[in-house]
């Protein structure tokens, strides 16, 4: 009897850590100097209108991102969380940047889909276009 | 195996409504479903509404300035009031907000694109307030002019949305109303099936139940019946058993026997020189059994039964099968058992009734039991009266001897003196009956006595009593009788014997036989038995003296033979 009780507690406790650890957020991605980025870091081409990696999944935890303009405009890196098909709030950038430089970003990514777009709106034949739509998607996937 | 009919009732009204269950539970989550897409499209149509007339605001604030400042005709860098720019600032942040919301809600690309302009917007619109060149003011436009063209494809899109969720909305509930009412038919409708069969079931069952009461009152009936049968049956058999009166014995059995089997009439009859004599019957009172006689052995069903020795039933029209001595008129059903002791046929005993088929197997066998009893109980009745006959009576004469006598007196006189009925005491003697011996041998006058005792009874009434008293002496009692009829009587009896053709002429030279007689009368000479025999014993020896064949009444001698005697 004794002996189930502890068992039971010793449940609880794990569920309870558990449940800690899940409700803890993660970090929100930030910006670091390239030089910072992991030899492992995720490597990005942005141009018009493409957004072309290296690789396209990567294991859960610490993952760099360095992305290179390589258009004539401003893009950005926006990290987009996937679940059920619907896109969820963006959890971080990097803000946009002139083209030909580069930018490094790192971000605590737990296993899922995600999508990375470039968000901004540029004047196409005298109509507004979001980069997204002109092709500036693509998915990546973190596996546990 | 077979399933219990209740078990498949209650197993299909269980699945009935299950199945019921599951339609609502479905029903309503399509409608909670639908409702919530239909309200979140809808705040979301309104939210990109209300984006695209902010971005209007930020637009028109715009304007409103630009003409002021005339920028829109010089095409300078336009400027922008304080008041208009704060308003700017605060319809980009709802924007931004509103747009938040919306990304949440839908989480669409377009709502992304829309998040992404909102920003874009605000940024655009901070370049603008920083430096109002054209370059700048051109780049606002366009951000607005993107997130118009945005929230303008997606509203109607999203309106549509809202509209198509409604109308799955209405259809669910329909369908969930129309559900409710098919379940409530259909589970009325199983319930009422259930109950109806369960019903019919039970009904069937309770059928079946008073079926088995009755059934088993009935047995029960039928063993209680058996059960007194049988304890009548040992009462009979003790009660016949222990007595040696044959008249009780049959008054017992036909009583009993009539009871046992619930018959009409019942008759027992006793073998008597090759016929079944009637010995004693019992009927109901509507019953007519003057015609019951004796039958002869092997006629009608009674004398059947008794020559084959074997009981004999008849379950209807049993009055054409009797015998003219048995028939009761509106007989139907009848057993008779016959009464056997060894191998013997003894009697039997007959059981009639009026109804058809009123006797079973059972009660034959009952009768039989009983049979065998009262044929014992018959026999030894027989036996015992036949001993008791041989020791009152005279083995000779056959008539009752002194012993009888004493017995009979004690009683006939004790009755008569309560009722003051006056009776006379004749006592007889045969004239010279020694000579008779003498001269022709025991064997003749043997046969003397047995013919004068022959002609005395013959000679008396029916309530008259002759007793042979011992030797050649016989002795009458006549009942209620004066002196003067006793007398008479005598005579009679005395004329009787005179001329009777006893022995004849060949008994010569003893003559004709003649007998003597003296009479004394209860109570005018006494009361006591042995006194009054002495009289009349007296008074006949008189009567010898005086010369034979003759009559003398006690007190009434001549006085000298009196005295002499």
New interface residues.
């Given amino acids: 009897m004794i002996r189930l009780t502890i068992l039971l507690g010793l449940v609880g406790l794990g569920a309870a850590a558990c449940f800690k650890a899940e409700a803890r957020p993660a970090p929100a991605p930030e910006e670091i100097r390239v030089a910072d980025a992991a030899p492992s870091a995720v490597l990005i081409n942005a141009s018009e209108f493409r957004l072309d990696l290296t690789t396209h999944t990567a294991k859960a935890g610490t993952v760099d991102f360095v992305v290179r303009n390589d258009g004539r405009q401003e893009h950005e890196f926006v990290v987009v969380p996937v679940r059920d098909d619907r896109y969820g709030m963006p959890l971080g950038e990097i803000e946009a940047f002139a083209a030909g430089q580069t930018r490094a970003l790192r971000a605590q990514l737990a296993p899922g889909k995600y999508t990375f777009v470039c968000l901004i709106v540029s004047d196409v034949h005298g109509q507004p276009k979001s980069h997204m739509s002109l092709g500036m998607k693509t998915d990546f996937e973190v596996t546990p | 195996m077979a399933l219990n009919p209740l078990v498949v009732q209650v197993a299909t009204v269980a699945v009935a409504g299950s199945v019921v269950v599951a339609i609502a539970v479905v029903t309503s989550g399509i409608v909670e479903r639908s409702s919530r897409t239909a309200t979140a499209d809808s705040n979301a149509a309104l939210m990109a509404s209300r984006i695209r007339s902010e971005m209007d605001t930020v637009a028109l604030l715009r304007l409103d300035d630009a003409i002021a400042g005339n920028a829109a005709t010089t095409n300078a860098p336009t400027r922008i009031s304080l008041q208009g720019a704060i308003a700017a600032h605060e319809a980009v942040a709802t924007a931004s907000r509103d747009a938040?919301d919306l990304?949440?809600l839908?989480?669409?690309?377009v709502?992304?694109?829309i998040?992404?302009?909102t920003?874009?917007a605000r940024?655009a619109l901070n370049s603008y307030l920083a430096s109002q060149t054209l370059q700048t003011f051109a780049d606002l436009q366009?951000?607005l002019?993107?997130l118009r063209?945005?929230t303008a494809s997606e509203i109607p899109q999203l309106t549509m949305s809202a509209r198509n969720n409604q109308t799955t909305l209405r259809s669910a509930a329909n369908l969930s109303r129309i559900t409710i009412i098919i379940a409530a038919t259909a589970s009325t409708a199983v319930v009422a099936m259930a109950t109806l069969v369960i019903g019919r079931r039970l009904r069937r069952a309770l059928r079946t139940a008073e079926d088995e009461k009755a059934r088993l009152i009935e047995t029960t009936k039928a063993m209680q019946r058996r059960n007194d049968q049988f304890a009548a049956l040992y009462q009979v058999g003790s009660e016949v058993s222990e007595s040696l009166s044959m008249r009780y014995v049959i008054q017992t059995t036909v009583r009993e026997a009539r009871k046992l089997v619930g018959a009409d009439v019942v008759a027992v009859r006793r073998v008597v020189n090759g016929a079944l004599q009637i010995a004693g019957s019992e009927q109901d009172a509507d019953t007519d059994v003057a015609k019951l006689g004796t039958v002869p052995l092997g006629q009608g069903l009674v004398g059947r039964a008794a020559k084959r020795g074997k009981t004999i039933r008849v379950d209807s029209d049993a009055e054409v099968q009797m015998a003219d001595g048995e028939r009761v008129a509106g007989m139907q059903s009848g057993i008779v058992v016959p009464l056997i002791v060894g191998a013997r046929v003894v009697g039997t005993l007959g059981c009639w009734s009026r109804v058809t088929g009123c006797f079973d197997s059972d009660d034959e066998r009952i009768l039989e039991m009983m049979a065998t009893q009262v044929a014992t109980a018959i026999v030894s009745a027989d036996t015992h009266e036949q001993s008791e006959r041989d020791a009152h009576n005279d083995a000779l004469t056959s008539l009752p001897n002194r012993r009888q006598l004493n017995e009979d007196l004690r009683g006939v006189l004790l009755e008569a003196s309560h009722q003051d009925t006056p009776h006379a005491i004749a006592m007889v003697d045969i004239d010279h009956f020694k000579r008779f011996n003498d001269e022709y041998g025991h064997r003749v006058g043997d046969i003397t006595l047995q013919k004068v005792a022959d002609v005395l009874k013959s000679s008396l009434r029916d309530e008259d009593r002759v007793y042979r008293f011992g030797g050649e002496e016989f002795l009458i009692v006549y009942a209620g009788v004066t002196a003067e009829n006793a007398l008479k009587l005598a005579e009679r009896a005395r004329s009787a014997v005179e001329r009777a053709p006893l022995t004849g002429e060949t008994l010569q030279p003893v003559g004709p036989v003649t007998i003597s007689i003296g009479v004394a009368l209860f109570p005018d000479h006494g009361r006591d038995i042995e006194a009054l025999i002495d009289l009349a014993d007296r008074a006949m020896y008189v009567s010898k003296e005086m010369g034979r064949n003759r009559i003398t009444l006690s007190g009434h001698e001549p006085e000298r033979l009196a005295a002499a005697a």
């Fill in positions: 938040a990304h949440q839908i989480g669409s690309e709502t992304l694109q998040l992404g302009a920003g874009e940024s366009t951000r002019q993107a063209n945005l």
